[in-house]
């Protein structure tokens, strides 16, 4: 648990100005990434993916596909990078470690009782372990959504650093805040700090199991949190808005605001993640655009 | 060189943005006055009546929530549309006892009546709001607020002058609405719907059935999703039946009698007759210099 | 795995050129005045040189109007007036403006980019912002032709005659729309000139005025300096002038028409106050000012360009404002990433840099971004000035550039006093998260637009103009129909 830093009253977070940030937001939108800059920006983002497949139907064959796919995106185009990781259930572990071996791509693994986190600690604290022993290098876990309707703030803010304290110096931790079901953009500010002081790496949007998933006004909050952290204490958090995301233009505007709020230093997949599973194709094919001069076609790339 | 054989139009109903015929499968046929059929009208049934509610309800979140500039556009964007199609709905007036004469006024009429309520749905919120300088520290306004699904039971006599004279106001002002068309002449009223089609109108803020009004009428007059009745052909029995219904969800029942022809409808008061009035209160803290000093 | 501290790994990501394209643009060489429909010589036969501020190039040239050319222009309107205007069915009249709104925005590109090379605004600000609410406020004042007698209880408006009007260059086209539309709905006809400096989007206009068919003379357009102004004003035939510019000049309108009967309003210049809480929600403050005072690089009479920022968050906002000015781009208006363009003229641009000298000399504490800047034209760095007393000169005098003056408040009544002790009352903000201070402040804040939590926001629905010297009467909205009427 943290206890080198002043913990804020999460009850007094900062203020959010909901047609401030959509206005904040929009003007990040109406950047044009044009040539040079998309290039090194689509391949960026092609580096930052979290490749995902988290379903009840999932099996060893399905998840050796996708892994295979994390680490041949498109051999047509030569010098292309990986994605940054593959994010499994926890019982996919093992399997998704030994495909993607030596390739440098990281396994992220979701745990306790993902998506709905509505489970005791303790099998919230099995489901880490195991995903922990199986290998996995990351942790996406799920925050208690009921106890901060019901203003449990340091209850949240407990279960997030005993979860942090399992994973040690293995995995990198990332919260999930839910974004769509922890109310407006103030709770949004709010869930992100407390994630933030209880000792993410990452803080996460979504689980990308219900309707409601990342936005920019949504992650131009979380990114204001993160920027404060930094002003604070001179430490960096990474973000990761998962879901919606199924287009190179939304995801070029994603890393222009990334950039005009915390920098460039923050423009790599080691603080930055996308949670997405078909956004990748259509980054290829705005590649193979770039490279070939002609728009594409689906039937030229593949469908793992 | 043989005649060339013509497609005969297929006049269907108007919900939900698309034109699907009547459930029940029913057809009348009206007669012009030269005992000449009209064609094989859709004989509207409670179900379509019903699917048109839910339809208006639908559509009328997002449309309420438009901008009044958004909702002008569209209104004049209607005008276009008609204005371009002036000769179809000449040919289908004349078919319905106009004279040609006749005919290109009411069409005329129409476009710039359109026209004229396009221009009112940006103002009449500045016309009919206010602050009010209540006696405590309170900031204190009153504004409008669109009453949600109105029915509008068109004018008999009119095929096309009736129906938009009072369906532009209703939803200039933020209201969806289900409109029965006249019994007699509905040919106007289903081509209109094409207009309302091709004019970036989102589906379901309008509805267009065509029937028998003594059908319907208490359906109109009973549904208990509909907030407000809009009726405007002056028979005692019918507003009469149409108000006793509608007090178990206390309708706001309107009847207009206007003659089409002037300018009489052209008022921003038919809006206000379909909106609700909201008035919010706010503490105004009293600190710092006084308001006199420069 | 510890928490790391920054990282040397550096990505370093700039974002290419994205140039708008200009080559759809039609643009003649040399632009006559718009005189009863038809474009005419001058009588001087004299012409000068409009420039692109981010080139210092020429792109074509004016008509350099004289007093005859503005008696011809007076004479039409007048003609206009008597024999067609007046007595046209106002739905009739409406439907002209109708077809000048629509009209605008199907050629809104074109307008956007020529507005942008003639003026220096970014394309991003003339595409999004000038060009479509200069044609939503030609729609507005459309609607309101035929519906004059619902806005006045009592009264039966009458139009005026004719009407002289004077627009200035940061807003161009959108200025052209804000004085034609009411004027036109309310039956009047108009002699405009715009500004020397950006004439070229009312050309435009002109060029579209005649497609949408409106009649001869209905709208004239005189081009040329202040002395064509001058001349507009003292005309007989003008019944009613409106200005907006500099307060300098509206006095002298004032002075130039005070023994005659003419109907005057003038939006002139200001020194808003922007004032910021310490429960503000920081970060859309932050946004608030800098949209406030670099929006349009400060050519805005309503520029927030007085910051008071509560003392208990003073470090704070300052770092983020900081910041955040560190990522406007300064550069091309025509490439569409650009935040901040060009200084619309040299002469503007030797004023703004006079007051960043004088602001050093006065020891004021100086920030300026590190952002590159174009090599050629006129462009000048975002700038702040810190350590700023109420007496000092750049916190009293319009700078009308990208410069804001921050100083500090504790109290409510201090910053209330402070915002209100200046000559001007165009426009001011407030941020806070508090609704009942909201409400104190925009009740006691001597100005006739006050944002709160917001900034910088314009609609045709939303009355605008100032308090004391900022000028008086309103334009937008329903209180912007009186000026351009007579009541019996």
């Known amino acids: 648990m943290k206890n080198s830093i002043q913990i804020p009253d999460f009850s007094r977070s900062p203020k959010v100005d909901q047609v401030g940030i959509i206005e904040r937001a929009s003007r990040f939108q109406t950047r044009s990434i044009k040539n040079e800059s998309k290039i090194q920006a689509l391949e960026m983002v092609l580096n930052m993916i979290d490749l995902t497949t988290l379903e009840g139907k999932d099996t060893i064959e399905k998840v050796n596909q996708m892994c295979y796919k994390a680490q041949h995106l498109h051999d047509d185009y030569p010098g292309l990078p990986t994605v940054a990781a593959v994010c499994v259930y926890p019982a996919m572990v093992a399997t998704a470690k030994a495909a993607v071996k030596g390739s440098g791509v990281k396994v992220a693994s979701v745990s306790t009782a993902f998506p709905s986190g509505q489970s005791p600690f303790s099998t919230k604290a099995d489901d880490t372990k195991f995903a922990l022993d199986q290998g996995a290098d990351e942790i996406d876990m799920v925050i208690s959504r009921g ?158 | ?209 065509t029937g028998k009004k003594s059908e319907l009428l208490s359906q109109i007059g009973s549904h208990m999703d509909v907030n407000a009745v809009c009726y405007t052909d002056g028979i005692k029995d019918e507003l009469i039946q149409l108000k006793e219904a509608s007090i178990e969800n206390l309708k706001r029942v309107k009847s207009y009698t206007y003659d089409l022809t002037t300018a009489e409808v052209e008022n921003p008061y038919i809006i206000n007759d379909f909106q609700e009035v909201k008035t919010t209160w706010h503490p105004i803290e009293v600190i710092g210099a006084a308001k006199a000093s420069y | 795995m510890s928490k790391n501290k920054i990282e040397t790994e550096k990505m370093n990501w700039e974002y290419a050129a994205a140039p708008e394209s200009a080559s759809h643009i039609q643009l003649k060489e040399k632009y006559d005045h718009f005189i009863n429909g038809k474009f005419e010589k001058p009588s001087s036969g004299k012409y000068f040189d409009s420039i692109n501020p981010a080139t210092a190039k020429k792109i074509a040239a004016v008509a350099e109007g004289n007093s005859k050319d503005v008696d011809k222009a007076v004479k039409a309107a007048r003609k206009a007036y008597d024999n067609v205007w007046s007595a046209m069915p106002a739905s009739e009249r409406a439907k002209y403006l109708f077809r000048i709104a629509r009209l605008i925005q199907e050629k809104a590109r074109e307008f956007a980019v020529i507005e942008s090379l003639d003026g220096g605004k970014p394309i991003r600000e003339s595409r999004d912002i000038d060009i479509p609410l200069a044609a939503a406020h030609f729609f507005y004042y459309a609607g309101w032709a035929d519906k004059l007698d619902y806005a006045f209880p009592n009264r039966k408006p009458k139009s005026i005659g004719v009407a002289g009007q004077i627009i200035p260059w940061n807003f161009p086209l959108l200025m052209a729309a804000w004085k034609i539309a009411p004027a036109l709905a309310c039956g009047n006809t108009v002699v405009l000139k715009p500004a020397e400096t950006t004439s070229l989007t009312a050309m435009k206009l002109a060029e579209l005025i005649q497609e949408s068919g409106l009649p001869d003379g ?91 920022v509560q003392e208990s968050i003073k470090d704070i906002f300052i770092k983020k404002l900081q910041d955040r000015i560190e990522t406007l781009i300064v550069g091309d208006p025509m490439d569409k990433n650009t935040d901040v363009g060009a200084i619309n003229s040299k002469s503007q641009w030797e004023t703004i840099q006079g007051y960043i000298e004088l602001g050093k000399k006065e020891g004021l504490e100086i920030f300026q971004s590190s952002c590159k800047m174009p090599k050629d034209g006129y462009f000048i760095k975002p700038t702040l000035f810190t350590k700023v007393a109420q007496s000092s000169r750049l916190a009293k005098e319009e700078i009308f550039g990208p410069v804001l003056a921050v100083q500090t408040f504790r109290t409510v009544d201090e910053v209330i006093e402070k915002a209100n002790n200046t000559p001007y009352g165009l426009s001011a903000g407030v941020w806070t998260d508090k609704g009942s201070k909201i409400f104190n402040l925009t009740s006691r804040l001597r100005a006739g637009i006050v944002w709160a939590n917001t900034y910088n926001q314009f609609d045709p629905t939303s009355p605008f103009g100032g308090y004391k010297e900022s000028g008086f009467g309103r334009e937008g909205g329903l209180h912007g129909l009186s000026a351009y009427l007579k009541f019996d």
Request: overall charge neutral.
């Open chain 1, 147 to 304: 106890k901060y309707h019901q203003g449990e703030y340091n209850f949240v803010f407990d279960e997030i650093a005993k979860i942090k304290e399992l994973c040690g110096n293995q995995a990198r931790l990332k919260v999930i805040l839910e974004t769509g079901e922890i109310g407006t953009l103030d709770d949004v500010r709010r869930a992100s700090d407390i994630a933030i002081y209880a000792g993410a790496d990452f803080i996460k949007t979504s689980t990308g199991k219900i309707g409601s998933a990342a936005s920019i006004p949504v992650t131009l909050t979380m990114l204001y949190a993160i920027k404060d952290y930094y002003l604070k204490t001179g430490t960096m958090i990474g973000m990761k808005p998962a879901g919606g995301i199924s287009t190179s233009k939304l995801a070029i505007h994603y890393l222009v605001m990334v950039k005009e709020i915390l920098g460039n230093a923050w423009l790599s997949n080691k603080w930055f993640r996308f949670g997405a599973s078909s956004l990748a194709n259509d980054v290829l094919l705005q590649l193979e655009k770039q490279r070939t001069g002609v728009y594409q076609s689906k039937d030229y790339i593949s469908i793992d």
């Open chain 2, 1 to 209: 060189m043989s005649e060339r054989i013509n497609i005969l139009k297929t006049y269907k109903i108007y919900i939900g943005g698309s034109f699907p015929r009547t459930e029940s499968g029913r057809f009348y046929n009206p007669m012009n006055a030269k005992k000449e059929s009209l064609g094989n009208i859709c004989l509207s049934s409670r179900k379509d009546f019903r699917n048109a509610v839910v339809a208006a309800r639908k559509a009328f979140g997002d449309w309420s929530d438009r901008t009044a500039f958004n909702r002008s556009q569209i209104l004049y964007r209607m005008a276009e549309v008609l204005e371009g199609r002036r000769d179809q709905f000449i040919t289908e007036l004349m078919q319905q006892d106009s004279s040609r004469k006749d005919a290109e006024k009411e069409v005329n009429l129409s476009i710039d009546r359109l026209v004229y309520f396009a221009g009112w749905c940006d103002k009449y919120q500045q016309i009919f709001s206010s602050v009010n300088p209540v006696a405590s520290s309170h900031f204190n306004f009153s504004a409008l607020e669109p009453t949600g699904v109105v029915a509008i039971v068109a004018n008999k006599d009119s095929s096309l002058l009736g129906l938009v004279s009072y369906m532009a106001p209703i939803i200039a002002g933020g209201n969806s609405c289900v409109i029965l068309a006249s019994e007699n002449k509905p040919l106007c009223s289903i081509s209109f719907a094409e207009v309302l089609n091709a004019s970036d109108l989102p589906g379901g803020v309008v509805n267009i059935l």
């Open chain 3, 218 to 308: 209905v709208v004239n357009i005189v081009t040329g300096d202040g002395k064509v102004g001058a001349e507009i004003v003292s005309h007989d035939g003008i019944d009613k002038i409106a200005f907006t510019g500099s307060t300098d000049v509206g006095k002298l309108i004032q002075k130039t028409i005070a023994k005659t009967d003419k109907k005057v309003t003038l939006e002139l210049g200001g020194k808003a106050a922007n004032i910021v809480f310490e429960d503000a929600p920081l970060d859309q403050a932050v946004e608030g000012i800098v949209n406030g005072i670099y929006f349009n690089q400060g050519h805005v009479c309503c520029a927030g360009s007085r910051l008071f």
